[in-house]
């Protein structure tokens, strides 16, 4: 089973940009769709973004559409996420894990995998 990491966070003014990071371990990672969500403090988990296995297909929740941008290099076993414009309501932490199909904005988890420590952005002046 493939371990992943989270990285990149930190803090950033509105208007700045943050790459975050994916990190996995394993020999499998090039045959799942990978997905970001976020959770807001006092607020549930969201789905953010995903992207195929291939890394052709994305999307977007409709709040980063625009903004943020996936992409992955399988051959380092990384998923990326571009956040661009961003705003105190991107203040949340960010996860990574697999998606059972990247087919919408709107994706779950991967039930054999299990939410990591994430990694924390914050958007604030």
């Known amino acids: 089973q493939l371990q992943f990491v989270e990285s990149g966070g930190g803090l950033v003014q509105p208007g700045g940009s943050l790459r975050l990071s994916c990190a996995a371990s394993g020999s499998t990672f090039d045959t799942y769709d990978i997905g970001w969500w976020r959770q807001a403090p006092g607020k549930e988990r969201e789905t953010v973004s995903c992207?195929?296995?291939?890394?052709?297909?994305?999307h977007y929740v409709d709040s980063v559409k625009g903004r943020f941008t996936i992409s992955r290099v399988n051959a380092w076993n990384t998923v990326y996420l571009q956040m661009n414009n961003l705003k105190p309501e991107d203040t949340a932490v960010y996860y990574c894990?697999?998606?059972?199909?990247?087919?919408?904005?709107?994706?779950?988890?991967?039930?054999?995998?299990?939410w990591g420590r994430g990694t924390q952005v914050n958007v604030s002046s």
């Open positions: 894990l697999p998606t059972d199909h990247c087919s919408g904005p709107f994706f779950r988890r991967y039930s054999l995998y299990y």
């Open positions: 992207i195929t296995s291939s890394g052709l297909i994305h």
